[in-house]
């Protein structure tokens, strides 16, 4: 039943493979493009800036996907009749989380290679970004899935997400791009610790949010 | 096959003195009613007096202001909503329920319900009816005894109103129980109806009864 689920969700969410979209790749991989446009060709600013401008790119990419995350099913009556069947709010949208994830941090983390390549960063500057990426990413995915349950049944939930999640997401940033600014992995710990926590919460706190939309 | 495994407890669906409400509004009150295997409930009521309402606490999906719902039975529900993804062809879309359900083969419901042409066209092409009849194979598809339809006969053609009756009177005849929301007559063997008005509760009633 869990694979049958996860099946159908990353048909859903995943780029390429069916109806899912590559918009929050290709809307990251822009911004790295466009940052040398904007403050110009040099290439020891670049190098210092371009890994916090990718951070925030990659932020703003995961919030690209939460209009569709939650609300869809909602309004088409899936979580409910799952429910029926006995599967639990939780199961629900931890699977979910994991198909989130996989639709944005992976393709996120390879996109990462021509970004770096855009910004001129530097080998030791690529190393701690992708081992960012690769562990900051499931924590975006895990208040990317609690905001868009959150705000499911709200009207406006599309443009509210997005204001929510940047600020929760800040501890991300700040320990991601810290590791960069100062070439320090020990930051990129305290990244997967936050993620931990975020992911190990979502599911419970996303599957309470959907049960309280019923009740509305 | 699947309805005589689902069906080895004697299925039954019971409310206890049931009342909901609709954020500050009582809808209903003191609704009580049994049903065992093989019996039929006709819910009717005006637009807004709460049947859906009552359906979805029923089905356990929103927890009543006052009363208990028990069920002996695994329950399914057919809303307004057939939780079809509207992007794929509808054969596929029956497919993800059909693998959930872990049902082999549910073309028996399929061609009775004349869905057999349309299993390649995208759920978001069809009509109300065409999803209705959908839904409803999907139910059939769960074998499931406990059957709650809202509105199942809303956008059915004539044709199609016939073969779903005859599909709730079999479910009913091989030991099922269906509660039915429904507008329209319902020409099924048995069923007892229940009007929901008659549990309306106005403010000033509920408050002198107080």
Redesign the interface.
């Given at each position: 039943m869990i694979t049958a689920l996860l099946r159908r969700d990353l048909a859903k969410f995943f780029p390429f493979a069916g109806g899912g979209a590559a918009l929050p790749t290709v809307f990251f991989v822009a911004v790295a493009m466009l940052y040398p446009f904007a403050v110009g060709p040099d290439a020891a600013l670049l190098g210092r800036t371009g890994g916090g401008v990718v951070w925030i790119a990659a932020l703003l990419a995961a919030i690209l996907p939460l209009e569709k995350l939650v609300a869809e099913d909602i309004e088409l009556g899936t979580f409910d009749q799952l429910r029926l069947r006995g599967v639990a709010e939780e199961a629900m949208m931890a699977v979910r989380l994991l198909a989130h994830w996989l639709s944005f941090g992976p393709p996120l983390v390879l996109a990462a290679f021509p970004a770096a390549a855009l910004l001129n960063l530097d080998g030791p500057s690529l190393h701690l970004l992708l081992i960012g990426l690769l562990v900051g990413t499931p924590g975006l995915a895990a208040i990317g899935l609690m905001i868009a349950a959150l705000t499911s049944s709200l009207r406006a939930g599309a443009a509210l997400s997005g204001l929510l999640l940047v600020p929760l997401a800040l501890p991300i940033l700040i320990f991601g791009a810290g590791a960069l600014a100062r070439q320090d992995a020990a930051s990129l710990g305290f990244v997967a610790a936050i993620s931990l926590l975020l992911v190990a919460i979502a599911p419970f706190a996303a599957g309470a949010a959907i049960r309280a939309a019923r009740e509305v | 096959m699947q309805g005589s495994a689902s069906l080895e407890i004697a299925p039954a669906l019971t409310a206890q003195g049931i009342a909901c409400r609709r954020g500050d509004r009582l809808l209903f009150r003191g609704l009580s009613f049994a049903l065992q295997s093989g019996e039929a409930l006709h819910l009717t009521g005006a637009n807004g007096t709460g049947k859906t309402t009552l359906i979805?606490a029923l089905?356990?999906?929103?927890?009543p202001f006052a009363g208990d719902v028990t069920q002996a039975g695994?329950?399914?529900?057919l809303?307004e909503?057939?939780?079809?993804?509207?992007?794929?062809p509808l054969g596929r879309a029956l497919a993800?329920?059909q693998?959930?359900?872990?049902c082999a083969d549910p073309s028996g419901a399929f061609s009775v319900l004349g869905l057999e042409q349309l299993l390649e066209v995208p759920v978001r092409y069809l009509s109300t009816g065409q999803r209705k009849r959908a839904g409803l194979a999907a139910l059939i598809g769960?074998g499931v005894p406990i059957w709650l339809l809202d509105e199942p006969l809303s956008g059915l053609d004539v044709a199609a109103i016939e073969q779903v009756t005859v599909l709730i009177q079999t479910h009913i005849d091989e030991g099922g129980i269906a509660l039915i929301a429904s507008h329209q007559t319902l020409a099924i063997k048995g069923l007892r109806s229940l009007e929901l008005a008659d549990y309306a509760a106005p403010i000033a009633d509920f408050e002198s009864e107080a």
């Amino acid at each position: 039943m869990i694979t049958a689920l996860l099946r159908r969700d990353l048909a859903k969410f995943f780029p390429f493979a069916g109806g899912g979209a590559a918009l929050p790749t290709v809307f990251f991989v822009a911004v790295a493009m466009l940052y040398p446009f904007a403050v110009g060709p040099d290439a020891a600013l670049l190098g210092r800036t371009g890994g916090g401008v990718v951070w925030i790119a990659a932020l703003l990419a995961a919030i690209l996907p939460l209009e569709k995350l939650v609300a869809e099913d909602i309004e088409l009556g899936t979580f409910d009749q799952l429910r029926l069947r006995g599967v639990a709010e939780e199961a629900m949208m931890a699977v979910r989380l994991l198909a989130h994830w996989l639709s944005f941090g992976p393709p996120l983390v390879l996109a990462a290679f021509p970004a770096a390549a855009l910004l001129n960063l530097d080998g030791p500057s690529l190393h701690l970004l992708l081992i960012g990426l690769l562990v900051g990413t499931p924590g975006l995915a895990a208040i990317g899935l609690m905001i868009a349950a959150l705000t499911s049944s709200l009207r406006a939930g599309a443009a509210l997400s997005g204001l929510l999640l940047v600020p929760l997401a800040l501890p991300i940033l700040i320990f991601g791009a810290g590791a960069l600014a100062r070439q320090d992995a020990a930051s990129l710990g305290f990244v997967a610790a936050i993620s931990l926590l975020l992911v190990a919460i979502a599911p419970f706190a996303a599957g309470a949010a959907i049960r309280a939309a019923r009740e509305v | 096959m699947q309805g005589s495994a689902s069906l080895e407890i004697a299925p039954a669906l019971t409310a206890q003195g049931i009342a909901c409400r609709r954020g500050d509004r009582l809808l209903f009150r003191g609704l009580s009613f049994a049903l065992q295997s093989g019996e039929a409930l006709h819910l009717t009521g005006a637009n807004g007096t709460g049947k859906t309402t009552l359906i979805r606490a029923l089905a356990g999906l929103t927890t009543p202001f006052a009363g208990d719902v028990t069920q002996a039975g695994p329950l399914g529900l057919l809303d307004e909503r057939p939780a079809l993804d509207p992007e794929l062809p509808l054969g596929r879309a029956l497919a993800f329920w059909q693998r959930i359900d872990g049902c082999a083969d549910p073309s028996g419901a399929f061609s009775v319900l004349g869905l057999e042409q349309l299993l390649e066209v995208p759920v978001r092409y069809l009509s109300t009816g065409q999803r209705k009849r959908a839904g409803l194979a999907a139910l059939i598809g769960r074998g499931v005894p406990i059957w709650l339809l809202d509105e199942p006969l809303s956008g059915l053609d004539v044709a199609a109103i016939e073969q779903v009756t005859v599909l709730i009177q079999t479910h009913i005849d091989e030991g099922g129980i269906a509660l039915i929301a429904s507008h329209q007559t319902l020409a099924i063997k048995g069923l007892r109806s229940l009007e929901l008005a008659d549990y309306a509760a106005p403010i000033a009633d509920f408050e002198s009864e107080a």
